[in-house]
Nanobody, 123 residues
């Protein structure tokens, strides 16, 4: 079955960097849409970035120019490089997979999720 396991979270100072990884298994990784979502306390889950099967990427406005999503099909791994971190980036970050060639940010359309990993940015 589909399994997604995040790693690389933790704490950082504002202006710092973190890199999240998501190891995927149980499906043909290269054919799926892959995405990162986050949920801060008291807020709804929101899409952060996604990358489709043709490696087209899209970012939510709040992280554009600071975060970079990428994937390594040979390693079945998804990445999120987070630079110039801000306290408002503090959230639980989730890796997600969608068995379609094209992606959408609406979380209801993503059937597979990792367990989540905490990112905390202090000012």
């Amino acid at each position: 079955q589909v399994q997604l396991v995040e790693s690389g979270g933790g704490s950082a100072q504002a202006g710092g960097s973190l890199r999240l990884s998501c190891a995927a298994s149980g499906y043909t990784f290269s054919n799926y849409c892959m995405g990162w979502f986050r949920q801060a306390p008291g807020k709804e889950r929101e899409g952060v970035a996604y990358i489709d099967s043709d490696t087209m990427t899209r970012y939510t406005f709040a992280v554009k120019g600071r975060f970079t999503i990428s994937k390594d099909n040979a390693k079945n791994t998804l990445y999120l490089q987070m630079n110039s971190l801000k306290p408002e980036d503090t959230a639980m970050y989730y890796c997600a997979a969608r068995p379609r060639a094209y992606c959408v940010f609406a979380s209801d359309y993503w059937p597979y999720w990792g367990q989540g990993i905490q990112v905390t940015v202090s000012s």
